[in-house]
């Protein structure tokens, strides 16, 4: 038996060492803070606090997904503060609304899923202001504490959430009534996901669409007096340079499989078209220790184990820049796909944070970044990185 006994590890997946997927993830909480500090530091603003009620029912986007047996309940208590312009990207984006909220969730099968405990940061954009109301638009993001995760042992029924520790992404739109007065009121539609970014198996992730019900008070008057816009360079003709280097985890199929490093790096060429927005195009490389494993491993014939691993993708995407941070979304086809990857097309969504606000000083800036990539809408990885804009 002897023989068959080294045979049997041989075949086993080569584990390379790597920081866990929770552990990537709380370095998200860093990037995070930096957001909440840009958002919530002293500002000429008038601050309010916020509480909402949301109802809904958890979808199920998967065949095997279990028997939601409740309705999914959201109480939420945030504080925000209304910019006012004395930074030059408030006026740019209609001077909104930045904050955090502390969130507490109770998801759609509690003896599956548990509770969900989260924190985010979030900024409001005002699409629509009338006399008696307005509508608004929220987007935030952070991170979720899930109480029962998939378990082999303990809690086999939740297929769908591998960790205590996910990403939590929310968009509501909202219409806010009586605008002008101190205490308003707020009816509003929002859509809330859970994800781990493929960190930990399984991972089919979380989504609920909800109504809610709200109210917010200002501590002060909630017409403040706004400042002009400060000028900013003219960089719509120029083309900036950028560069990436950047690091993630990918999770074998199995759960508690091992983990694999994926390393990347990329050029892009910029080009501001408004004041907020600049359009990217460039190529990406990247080097999936996975595919190699998966090589070596089983001995393939006619693959070299590194350039099985190896893929490059051609993207286009946007950055949406407000000071410091930026929102960046991109898309392209791969052109190089490392072995057995069967996928076409991908997608990159994240935050990055500059030295300094973007529209003031377009060139020589050094930033960190956090990014989820993704295939046809699923989580695939999660990546920090690092670059420079020239």
């Known amino acids: 038996?002897?023989?068959?006994?080294?045979?049997?590890?041989?075949?086993?997946?080569?584990?390379?060492?790597?920081?866990?997927?929770?552990?990537?993830?709380?370095?998200?909480?860093?990037?995070?803070?930096?957001?909440?500090?840009?958002?919530?530091?002293?500002?000429?603003?008038?601050?309010m606090l916020q509480v909402h009620l949301?109802?809904?029912?958890?979808?199920?986007?998967?065949?095997?997904?279990?028997?939601?047996?409740?309705?999914?309940?959201v109480a939420e208590l945030s504080v925000a503060r209304m910019t006012t312009?004395?930074?030059?990207?408030?006026?740019r984006f209609k001077y909104p609304e930045v904050g955090f909220s502390l969130t507490y969730q109770r998801l759609g099968n509690p003896d599956a899923f548990g509770h969900a405990y989260g924190v985010l940061a979030f900024i409001s954009h005002r699409w629509i202001a009338?006399?008696?109301?307005?509508?608004?638009?929220?987007?935030?993001?952070?991170?979720?504490?899930?109480?029962?995760?998939?378990?082999?042992?303990?809690?086999?029924?939740?297929?769908?959430?591998?960790?205590?520790?996910n990403s939590y992404t929310y968009i509501k739109?909202?219409?806010?009534?009586?605008?002008?007065?101190?205490?308003?009121?707020?009816?509003?539609?929002?859509?809330?996901h859970f994800s781990n970014s493929n960190?930990?198996?399984?991972?089919?992730?979380?989504?609920?669409?909800?109504?809610?019900?709200?109210?917010?008070?200002?501590?002060?008057?909630?017409?403040?007096?706004?400042?002009?816009?400060?000028?900013?360079?003219?960089?719509?003709?120029?083309?900036?340079?950028?560069?990436?280097?950047?690091?993630?985890?990918?999770?074998?199929?199995t759960p508690n499989g091992p983990n694999y490093p994926v390393y990347l790096s990329s050029v892009y060429l910029m080009k501001p078209l408004r004041q907020k927005l600049r359009f990217r195009a460039g190529i990406e490389a990247f080097i999936s220790y996975a595919s190699i494993s998966w090589?070596?491993?089983?001995?393939?014939?006619?693959?070299?184990?590194?350039?099985?691993?190896?893929?490059?993708?051609?993207?286009?995407?946007?950055?949406?820049?407000?000071?410091?941070?930026?929102?960046?979304?991109?898309?392209g086809p791969y052109l190089v796909r490392p072995y057995q990857m069967d996928h076409l097309i991908y997608t990159k969504s994240g935050l990055q944070y500059y030295l300094k606000d973007q529209q003031l000083h377009p060139r020589n800036q050094p930033f960190i970044g956090a990014y989820v990539h993704s295939h046809s809408g699923e989580a695939d990885f999660l990546e920090l990185g690092i670059g420079w804009v020239f």
């Open 1 to 47: 038996m002897r023989p068959l006994q080294k045979a049997d590890w041989s075949m086993r997946p080569r584990r390379f060492w790597k920081p866990t997927g929770s552990f990537l993830q709380f370095i998200w909480c860093p990037l995070l803070g930096s957001i909440f500090f840009i958002f919530l530091q002293p500002l000429h603003a008038q601050t």
């Open 54 to 73: 949301d109802g809904g029912r958890m979808l199920k986007i998967n065949p095997v997904f279990p028997e939601i047996t409740q309705t999914s309940l």
């Open 85 to 91: 312009g004395n930074k030059a990207w408030h006026p």
């Open 130 to 165: 009338k006399q008696h109301w307005e509508l608004r638009a929220r987007l935030g993001t952070g991170l979720a504490y899930l109480t029962r995760p998939f378990d082999r042992i303990n809690n086999p029924v939740n297929n769908i959430i591998g960790s205590h520790i």
């Open 173 to 192: 739109l909202q219409t806010v009534f009586f605008p002008k007065k101190q205490t308003q009121y707020v009816l509003g539609a929002g859509y809330h």
């Open 199 to 253: 960190t930990s198996i399984p991972n089919i992730g979380i989504n609920v669409p909800t109504l809610a019900l709200g109210v917010r008070h200002f501590l002060d008057s909630p017409n403040p007096e706004r400042l002009k816009a400060s000028p900013t360079p003219v960089t719509q003709n120029s083309l900036q340079v950028g560069v990436r280097v950047g690091y993630g985890i990918l999770e074998s199929k």
């Open 295 to 331: 090589v070596r491993n089983f001995d393939i014939p006619d693959e070299d184990p590194f350039w099985s691993g190896l893929g490059t993708v051609a993207f286009v995407g946007a950055e949406w820049m407000m000071g410091r941070v930026s929102i960046i979304s991109q898309i």
